[in-house]
Nanobody, 121 residues
Framework: QVQLVESGGGLVQPGGSLRLSCAASGSIFSIHTMAWYRQAPGKQRELVALITNSGSTNYADSVKGRFTISRDNAKITVHLQMNSLKPEDTAGYYC???????????????WGKGTLVTVSS
């Protein structure tokens, strides 16, 4: 059983910073990509940032230059440093991992339950 558990969400003023973390545990053979998605009320879930097992990253245009994704392969964690936060960054943030649970398993997507980020004065 694979679990992804997010932490670090909360209420922050515009211009502030937050650091989200996601820890993966359970039966994990290998992880290809880890990513953060977000979903605001009434909107579709969107990709915020992605990092591959080689360290390549990809960001949504709306967060480039403000957010940084990083990964600790030894601890099987992924972080999202969010700076210069704006009210429009308010959303539930979800951790995603594309991984193989065993040597013979196919790659599958796993999701955390999410952590809420609210940017408001």
């Amino acid at each position: 059983q694979v679990q992804l558990v997010e932490s670090g969400g909360g209420l922050v003023q515009p211009g502030g910073s937050l650091r989200l973390s996601c820890a993966a545990s359970g039966s994990i053979f290998s992880i290809h990509t880890m990513a953060w998605y977000r979903q605001a009320p009434g909107k579709q879930r969107e990709l915020v940032a992605l990092i591959t097992n080689s360290g390549s990253t990809n960001y949504a245009d709306s967060v480039k230059g403000r957010f940084t994704i990083s990964r600790d392969n030894a601890k099987i964690t992924v972080h999202l440093q969010m700076n210069s936060l704006k009210p429009e960054d308010t959303a539930g943030y979800y951790c995603n991992a594309d991984l193989r649970a065993t040597k013979y398993a196919s790659g599958m997507d796993y999701w955390g339950k999410g952590t809420l980020v609210t940017v408001s004065s």
